[in-house]
């Protein structure tokens, strides 16, 4: 079970160093948009704030998963709520965007399905 849990944490760290990659490549699109004025610089800053705002959010996630002990979880069920409930609190009391916690959420419930599916 632990090495499953592990395995769990592996690959959500690997979804959010995507996820932060994406809203990365969202922030260069925005950069292009106002370099070719199809954007006012307005828009354009109000989006970048946004948007590094989620990527300081991401970062803060991935951060926290590395002092998550998978040593005290009995089965996945436990881990799994208390993942949720760490990105939860830690979306709410960073003050990020509430995108962060929906996009992270659809991330862990992509892995759960690969993971525990038969």
């Given amino acids: 079970m632990k090495d499953l849990l592990h395995k769990l944490l592996g690959f959500l760290r690997v979804e959010l160093e ?3 990659g994406d809203v ?13 004025r199809e954007i006012t610089n307005y828009v354009y800053m109000e989006n970048k704030g946004l948007l590094l705002r989620e990527i300081a959010g991401i970062k803060n996630l991935v951060e926290g ?32 965007p509430e995108a962060v916690y929906s996009l992270v959420k659809r991330r862990l419930d992509k892995i759960v399905k690969y993971l525990f599916s038969d």
């Fill in 18 to 20: 995507d996820l932060e």
């Fill in 24 to 36: 990365t490549d969202l922030l260069a699109i925005c950069q292009r948009k106002k370099d070719n």
């Fill in 65 to 96: 998963l590395d002092d998550m002990d998978t040593g005290k979880f009995s089965n996945s069920q436990e881990m799994l709520r208390e993942i949720d409930r760490r990105i939860l609190e830690n979306t709410r009391e960073g003050d990020y």
